[in-house]
């Protein structure tokens, strides 16, 4: 898998990280738009559910794909399901889009089985469709970001393992 390079990845998709989002113009989603979103969402939700992590992966966009090894992604997926259980609902308090209307958020609170929290959803529109690109975790004061960002200057190879987030990014 060709590296790719940190700052090319933070320019992308700065929209979608969790920590203040200074110099990004937000603009909130259209009707069209939000409709999308929530579709998404629902289908994300419906393929945690059911333990279709695979699914996720195979369906998630380049970036997604490309910033985690699929078995990085199994574990990861496997371990949230084991801590929160079932994704029961998720209410979106704000939605935004950034670069040319290409990236979608959405964030909110998300109920499971065993856990409220803060989740935060990235979209890139690919060929008309959304494609995920971040999950984004509150896990008490800090974030998990899925899949973890490389370091600045760095590559996919210093992505660190599942489970263990990378300080200064969350």
Known sequence: ?????????????????????????????????????????????YKFNNAACSAI???AGEMFKRLQRQEDWMADCAELRSALGTWQDFSPHQTTRFGQDRIFTMRGRASFEKAEREVEL??????G???LAWINIQEGTRWRVIPALPRPGGSLEDVPPPGQQRPGYA
């Not at 700065?14 to 603009?27: D, F």
């Not at 990235?122 to 060929?127: G, H, K, R, Y």
């Open 1 to 45: 898998m060709k590296p790719i390079p940190a700052i090319a990845v933070i320019a992308l998709l700065s929209g979608c990280m969790p920590s203040q989002k200074k110099g990004i113009a937000e603009v909130p989603l259209t009707d069209q738009q939000r409709v999308l979103a929530t579709q998404a969402t629902g289908e994300l939700r």
């Open 57 to 59: 992966f195979n369906d």
């Open 122 to 127: 990235c979209w890139l529109l690919q060929s």
């Open 129 to 131: 469709k959304l494609k």
